[in-house]
């Protein structure tokens, strides 16, 4: 059966769309069928992140009813779906986010699992998102404020009678002044799906305009992703094995 799996956070500037975006490219990695919707409709990002920023048909026209679902889908060269949201600001005053879960079923005979981008914050955007969601993924940094605002979303998510499968925490440096997996697993009390390293070669996939999952697959970060990715569809993986022969490291190889 396929599932919808929002990926939100309670503030912005977290990791969401960077985990959303390599999270489903993870799965499909996995030879799983996958869509990624962008349901951030104020600050869209999707279409940006895999070099389709503007396109003929998006969300926006299937909120609209000016189109069906199936119109706004476009295929990435890895396989994966993914349906971008309009920058145009006059289509979005006239859109209602609640009309999303009117969707979820044609969204689903799409793809056997689908990744919705949710805005960030407790908006009316974030709202429909989580309504229309089989499963929320958190997303959050390791610092006080970050797994505060993360820690109203689920609250939130609770009283909307929504599961939540479970917490990423990115950009982890390994500081002092970070809380400790322990420390972030009591505060929010969910289960932690993974921990993302700080990696300078995300910054390097987004001017490549794709996933890090697909332009360093054998990054750190790309290996942390395709670990929550397999633990999500439970499938076997090791992230060890999946790294740079020890000579391509030595010579600088970060591929």
Do not use: C
């Not at 990791?15 to 489903?24: E, F, S, Y």
């Not at 389709?52 to 909120?63: D, F, G, M, Y």
């Not at 940094?141 to 970050?146: F, G, I, L, Q, V």
């Not at 054998?218 to 395709?226: E, G």
């Amino acid at each position: 059966m396929a599932k919808l799996i929002v990926i939100t956070s309670g503030k912005g500037g977290v990791g969401k769309t960077t985990t959303a975006i390599n999270l489903g490219a993870a799965m499909n990695h996995f030879k799983e069928d996958i869509l990624i919707i962008d349901g951030n409709l104020t600050t869209p990002n999707v279409g940006l992140h895999l070099g389709s920023p503007e396109v003929p048909i998006t969300l926006n026209h299937v909120l609209l009813n000016k189109a069906d679902p199936f119109e706004a889908v476009y295929e990435h060269e890895s396989g994966m779906k993914i349906m971008p949201s309009s920058l145009s600001l006059s289509e979005l005053r006239k859109i209602k986010p609640e009309k999303l879960k009117a969707y979820k079923s044609d969204f689903k005979r799409i793809a056997d699992y689908i990744i919705l981008d949710s805005s960030a914050g407790l908006g009316s955007e974030t709202r429909s998102a989580i309504d229309a969601a089989d499963e929320l993924i958190i997303v959050t940094n390791p610092e006080m404020p970050a797994l505060t605002d993360a820690l109203k979303t689920i609250k939130l998510a609770e009283e909307m009678r929504k599961p939540i499968k479970g917490v990423i925490v990115t950009r982890v440096r390994r500081q002092d002044s970070e809380m400790e997996p322990d420390v972030v697993k009591e505060m929010l009390e969910i289960p932690i799906l993974g921990m993302i390293p700080e990696d300078e070669l995300i910054q390097e996939a987004l001017k490549l305009k794709d996933a890090i999952v697909h332009t360093h697959p054998h990054s750190k970060s790309a290996r942390a992703y395709k670990e929550i990715a397999a633990k999500i569809l439970g499938v076997n993986y090791n992230p060890e094995k999946d790294r740079l022969p020890f000579w391509k490291r030595l010579f600088g190889r970060k591929k």
